[in-house]
């Protein structure tokens, strides 16, 4: 597997968790000069800006660990080109997948979601 194919089931997975949870997703890997955003959603009218962090296990810590300040300063950049109004309520959200590989496919072993990350 790629680390491409891995990310993208790490979001794949986070999407649809988000959806289950009623979010309606509105872009995937928003891209500017600022930086990229892996998933905006709209929980109830707040704008959430999700980083997802997919990992194998968490044998040198917790995936969450891995969104660390120089990440922080480009989402919230990002998410400020994103935003046009500020008078809109916003969040910034990180989801943990933790994923195993079984008949050559990846599945998922647990998924977190941290609201209010950072």
Avoid: Q, W
């Amino acid at each position: 597997m790629t680390t491409k194919e891995i990310g993208d089931f790490g979001e794949d997975a986070a999407c649809e968790y988000l959806e289950k949870m009623g979010y309606e997703i509105l872009e995937r890997n928003f891209r500017v000069r600022a930086g990229e955003i892996d998933i905006i959603a709209d929980d109830d009218g707040c704008t959430v800006f999700a980083e997802v962090k997919t990992r194998k296990n968490n044998k040198y810590g917790e995936p969450s660990e891995y969104v660390d300040a120089k990440k922080i300063e480009h989402i919230k950049k990002t998410a400020l080109i994103y935003i046009t109004s500020l008078d809109k309520e916003m969040r910034f959200d990180v989801v943990e997948v933790i994923y195993t590989i079984a008949g050559g496919r990846l599945k998922t072993v647990n998924l977190n979601h941290i609201k209010d990350a950072f």
